[in-house]
């Protein structure tokens, strides 16, 4: 049996991590997937959520029954009144289903197979680029794939005009893709005012928008800075859908805690749509863990571990910052050939460079920098003390 199955290719995000770790090199550094690390460029965990594993594991009463397939309830009304605000109408109108799903990946899988049986006939466009798992989680769903214009490789800036073309012409009803803020890989966000030209011709054209938030609070340190396209969508009065995830913005990368939300016109067809979901996740999973659900719910329903979450938040996002900082400096000051500016502005966990796949590989070879081969960096990867390797291994890719 199974003689001529064929080997796959390892996948192009996490298979960067194997094989950094086969290498002996001291010097080694993993910029491949978004994980932030510590000074010494070891994992991190954060101590708001170090504080909440012990309250939880204090507690006595708790225990490991299974949670129902939706989820923890609590985790689910917190995590949908972080990512939209207190008093936007559908919360308050009580439309919104949330479900707990296995991190940002699996609440777009569900999401994906939501859309697959109750939305079937609508395509799903995805900007060029994006997240390599997007393409395989969406035809995975049966749903059918295109993508929409977003990167300008040229200005290394957004496509703003090539965006909405694309958007206006799609047939009216597809499902339109977003990336909520610090857009992966490229790290280029529209501006506000681009946003509402977005929405406007989104909502014009009766298109579904599905959000993945995987990095709120992240990319610039501010919950809400971070929340703004959203909200905006949510609160115009139409359906969207939201992918949320826990794994960077509260470092639980392997909890694997998300959520799946779906803004609907009501609260009875909410009820319906989650009564929906239910039968998929009971197929898929039966029902989501308990322990990283519970995590989150402790450090967002307590106002003093909240903060202290809130704070660290801020530290990481500005860590990544200084980085960009520091990285632009290192190669102006190599006189590195090229203009390094998009470093700076750039979004979020990564830069993406404009490196290509050879020069990715000569900084693999000679400097064991590891790097999605598209050029994305992650500055979450990066400390002041590896910034000097990095922009070494870079002066040598473009100029040698
Ligand atoms: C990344 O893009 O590096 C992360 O979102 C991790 C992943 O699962 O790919």
Same mark, same amino acid.
């Given at each position: 049996?199974?003689?001529?199955?064929?080997?796959?290719?390892?996948?192009?995000?996490?298979?960067?991590?194997?094989?950094?770790?086969?290498? +002996?090199? !001291?010097?080694?550094?993993?910029?491949?997937?978004?994980?932030?690390?510590?000074? %010494?460029?070891?994992?991190?965990?954060?101590?708001?959520?170090?504080?909440?594993?012990?309250?939880?594991?204090?507690?006595?009463?708790?225990?490991?029954?299974?949670?129902?397939? &939706?989820?923890?309830?609590? =985790?689910?009304?917190?995590?949908?009144?972080?990512?939209?605000? /207190?008093?936007?109408?559908?919360?308050?109108?009580?439309?919104?289903?949330?479900?707990?799903?296995?991190?940002?990946?699996?609440?777009?899988?569900?999401?994906?197979? =939501?859309?697959?049986?109750?939305?079937?006939?609508?395509?799903?466009?995805?900007?060029?680029?994006?997240?390599?798992?997007?393409?395989?989680?969406?035809? !995975?769903?049966?749903?059918?794939?295109?993508?929409? *214009?977003?990167? /300008?490789?040229?200005?290394?800036?957004?496509?703003?005009?090539?965006?909405?073309?694309?958007?206006?012409?799609?047939?009216?009803?597809?499902?339109?893709?977003?990336?909520?803020?610090?857009? /992966?890989?490229?790290?280029?966000?529209?501006?506000?005012?681009?946003?509402?030209?977005?929405?406007?011709?989104? *909502?014009?054209?009766?298109?579904?928008?599905?959000?993945?938030?995987?990095?709120?609070? =992240?990319?610039?340190?501010?919950?809400?800075?971070? !929340?703004?396209?959203?909200?905006?969508?949510?609160?115009?009065?139409?359906?969207?859908?939201?992918?949320?995830?826990?794994?960077?913005?509260?470092?639980?990368?392997?909890? *694997?805690?998300?959520?799946?939300?779906?803004?609907?016109?009501?609260?009875?067809?909410?009820?319906?749509?989650?009564?929906?979901?239910?039968?998929?996740?009971?197929?898929?999973?039966?029902?989501?863990?308990?322990?990283?659900?519970?995590?989150?719910?402790?450090?967002?329903?307590?106002? %003093?571990?909240?903060?202290?979450?809130?704070?660290?938040?801020?530290?990481?996002?500005?860590?990544?910052?200084?980085? *960009?900082?520091?990285?632009?400096?290192?190669?102006?000051?190599?006189?590195?050939?090229?203009?390094?500016?998009? #470093?700076?502005?750039?979004?979020?966990? =990564?830069?993406?460079?404009?490196?290509?796949?050879?020069?990715?590989?000569?900084? +693999?070879?000679?400097?064991?920098?590891?790097?999605?081969?598209?050029?994305?960096?992650?500055?979450?990867?990066?400390?002041?003390?590896?910034?000097?390797?990095?922009?070494?291994? #870079?002066? !040598?890719?473009? &100029?040698?």
């Amino acid at each position: 049996l199974w003689e001529d199955v064929e080997m796959a290719p390892e996948d192009p995000i996490l298979g960067v991590t194997l094989a950094y770790n086969k290498d +002996t090199s !001291a010097v080694k550094l993993n910029l491949g997937v978004g994980a932030y690390r510590t000074e %010494e460029g070891k994992p991190f965990v954060l101590e708001s959520v170090r504080k909440a594993e012990a309250i939880l594991a204090a507690d006595r009463s708790r225990n490991k029954e299974y949670l129902p397939i &939706t989820g923890l309830a609590a =985790f689910n009304k917190l995590s949908r009144e972080l990512i939209l605000e /207190n008093d936007c109408p559908a919360l308050v109108e009580n439309r919104v289903a949330t479900i707990q799903c296995l991190s940002g990946t699996g609440s777009l899988r569900v999401g994906a197979d =939501f859309l697959a049986a109750h939305y079937p006939n609508a395509a799903i466009y995805l900007p060029d680029p994006t997240w390599g798992n997007h393409k395989g989680i969406f035809p !995975a769903s049966g749903l059918c794939m295109k993508k929409y *214009r977003y990167y /300008n490789s040229q200005s290394r800036g957004l496509d703003i005009e090539g965006m909405i073309k694309d958007l206006k012409s799609a047939p009216s009803g597809s499902v339109v893709l977003l990336h909520g803020c610090a857009h /992966n890989p490229t790290g280029v966000d529209p501006l506000p005012e681009q946003w509402e030209v977005i929405r406007q011709v989104i *909502r014009d054209k009766g298109h579904l928008p599905f959000f993945d938030c995987a990095y709120q609070g =992240f990319a610039s340190g501010d919950l809400s800075q971070d !929340a703004a396209a959203v909200r905006s969508f949510a609160g115009d009065g139409g359906e969207l859908l939201i992918a949320q995830s826990f794994a960077k913005n509260m470092g639980l990368y392997g909890e *694997r805690v998300g959520a799946l939300s779906v803004v609907c016109r009501s609260e009875v067809i909410a009820k319906k749509l989650e009564s929906q979901v239910k039968i998929i996740i009971r197929k898929m999973y039966s029902s989501p863990p308990i322990h990283g659900a519970s995590i989150v719910t402790t450090v967002l329903g307590d106002k %003093e571990l909240r903060e202290e979450w809130m704070s660290e938040l801020r530290g990481m996002a500005n860590r990544i910052i200084q980085m *960009r900082k520091q990285l632009y400096d290192a190669l102006i000051l190599r006189e590195t050939p090229g203009d390094w500016s998009h #470093i700076l502005n750039q979004i979020g966990m =990564f830069t993406y460079s404009g490196l290509n796949k050879e020069q990715v590989a000569v900084m +693999t070879r000679d400097y064991h920098v590891y790097m999605t081969s598209n050029g994305r960096i992650s500055m979450a990867g990066l400390s002041p003390s590896t910034v000097p390797h990095l922009a070494d291994a #870079i002066h !040598a890719a473009v &100029t040698g």
